[in-house]
């Protein structure tokens, strides 16, 4: 609800006149919530004068204390970028003015302007979003997580319910005629029906210290590449029950954005290299339920940001995103079942290229935890991936320990109704047996693979390799095909084919969508 429009202050802050010393055009940018004005290298937030369930600036000191906080809370992630804040005054001849004397009349957060062509939301439009990029936004995340302050007094099932009613709510007051009343009502049941299931899981990690002084609203506009480091900035400073919430419903906000961007393969990326660092498996169960609401939220942002519009062509726009996140957050609630899929075969027969092809077409959304056998072993020898370990890491009992390991964390995750892939060499029968006993234990489907390619073509694939976690070497490899694997009841795939042949040949066995 606008609580009044602030068009004095909206004039000023888009005049030249506002800015003394400053170079160039002033440039302004619409939200829900704020209007951002970009000059010369300073950036210029005003929070507009509006009430919601969620955030409330209706008074100029509410203003005040929301701009000081986002200060703070941002310094965590962005130092260089929030500067201070600054007052709008009004001087004795009622002429505004930034700062110096006169009556504050409202507040703006200062930022030093950076490259809007970095902002990773426009980067995806473009299709320059890569793997590293996202590998090094996923480590970002992980260490803003790790140093978040634990805030159990959040979170928990009934914050859920929250964030669930708050949506509901907003559906009813803005989307009637926009949004289908059926598919809200669905949402609302299928949502709260979730969360009675997993709610001794929501406050057992609350309890545990799950529950952090987060983001809270991660998505790819608000993150940034300034000397190719992602910047996350623009975190929740006006709602603790936005911002203090469990790390995994942080994380699906930038999960649910690069999925629901046509970016599953990224989306996997971030997915998998954020379970490497932290080990959350046990909270991938609540993926569906907090990738879900992150997309309900999505649709109740954009209803909101329609009110304000007034381009018809504008509002149309946002009508038809909002009908887009609400469809999105109906899937996310449904997940699709689980699978455990394991790929065997000699070092060089592409493996990892398969594993990383498979994974975000697999089971829910963000698709499958790849498990790989090099980067389990490195672990338990307290090795970094790209480290290569000596002859005692290969002994017969490191082995053992490494596919051991590699079951009981796929087990984890096909428990919390998330999909696995396993990728190691699968030599023995013994090793190949432990994963169907354990898909048949979880109740899941469970596929083998084993490819095989031509001597040359291994021999060239592995001496080639660069940067791998992978130790192997041609005489590794002349040593795996020296031992066979003996009765294999796995499916033989040909991977001397190129990499995207075998992936499509795969992705059909599966019945998977064909890349």
Aim: aromatic share 6%; with cysteine.
């Amino acid at each position: 609800m606008i609580i009044e429009h602030q068009d004095d202050i909206l004039q000023f802050l888009a005049s030249e006149r506002a800015y003394p010393g400053s170079r160039g055009p002033v440039e302004r940018i619409d939200t829900h919530g704020a209007v951002v004005f970009l000059v010369g290298d300073r950036a210029y937030k005003l929070k507009r004068a509006v009430r919601y369930d969620y955030m409330d600036f209706s008074t100029v000191a509410r203003r005040r204390d929301a701009c000081e906080a986002e200060v703070r809370i941002n310094s965590r992630t962005a130092p260089n970028l929030y500067l201070g804040t600054v007052a709008i005054v009004r001087r004795p001849d009622g002429s505004l003015k930034l700062d110096g004397p006169g009556e504050p009349i409202d507040w703006l957060v200062e930022m030093r302007r950076f490259d809007q062509q970095t902002l990773l939301d426009r980067r995806a439009r473009r299709g320059d979003l890569d793997v590293s990029t996202m590998i090094a936004v996923a480590d970002a995340v992980a260490e803003l997580h790790a140093s978040a302050e634990a805030r159990s007094d959040h979170g928990g099932p009934d914050s859920m319910r929250w964030v669930v009613n708050g949506n509901t709510a907003a559906f009813d007051e803005d989307g009637t005629g926009v949004v289908d009343t059926a598919s809200v009502r669905d949402l609302h049941r299928l949502s709260h029906e979730t969360i009675d299931r997993v709610a001794g899981q929501l406050e057992e990690r609350r309890r545990g210290g799950r529950v952090r002084q987060c983001h809270g609203d991660l998505h790819l506009r608000n993150i940034c590449t300034i000397d190719d480091r992602p910047i996350l900035f623009d975190a929740v400073e006006f709602n603790d029950e936005i911002a203090c919430v469990d790390v995994l419903y942080d994380l699906a906000f930038l999960l649910m954005d690069v999925h629901v961007r046509r970016l599953p393969d990224l989306a996997n990326v971030v997915h998998n290299r954020y379970m490497t660092i932290t080990d959350d498996l046990a909270g991938l169960s609540l993926l569906p339920l907090f990738q879900s609401c992150r997309a309900a939220i999505r649709a109740k942002t954009s209803l909101a940001a329609a009110r304000l519009e007034q381009a018809s062509e504008s509002t149309a726009s946002l009508h038809v995103r909002a009908r887009d996140y609400l469809e999105a957050a109906l899937m996310f609630i449904r997940p699709a079942r689980p699978r455990l899929v394991a790929i065997g075969g000699v070092s060089g027969t592409g493996k990892s290229t398969l594993a990383a092809g498979l994974a975000p077409r697999l089971g829910p959304p963000p698709g499958a935890i790849v498990i790989r056998s090099d980067a389990v072993r490195k672990r338990l020898c307290g090795a970094a991936p790209t480290d290569r370990l000596g002859p005692e890491g290969y002994r017969p009992e490191v082995t053992d320990a490494v596919y051991q390991a590699m079951g009981e964390r796929a087990g984890r995750v096909v428990d919390a109704g998330h999909s696995a892939i396993v990728d190691g060499v699968f030599g023995r029968p013994g090793d190949r047996r432990t994963l169907d006993t354990l898909a048949r234990a979880a109740g899941v489907a469970f596929t083998g693979l084993y490819l095989d390619a031509a001597t040359d073509q291994l021999e060239a694939r592995v001496a080639g390799r660069m940067h791998d976690v992978s130790d192997a070497t041609v005489d590794v490899l002349h040593a795996q095909l020296e031992r066979t694997p003996g009765p294999l009841g796995w499916t033989r795939v040909d991977a001397s084919v190129p990499p995207g042949d075998v992936l499509r040949h795969v992705s059909s066995l599966l019945s998977l969508a064909t890349p």
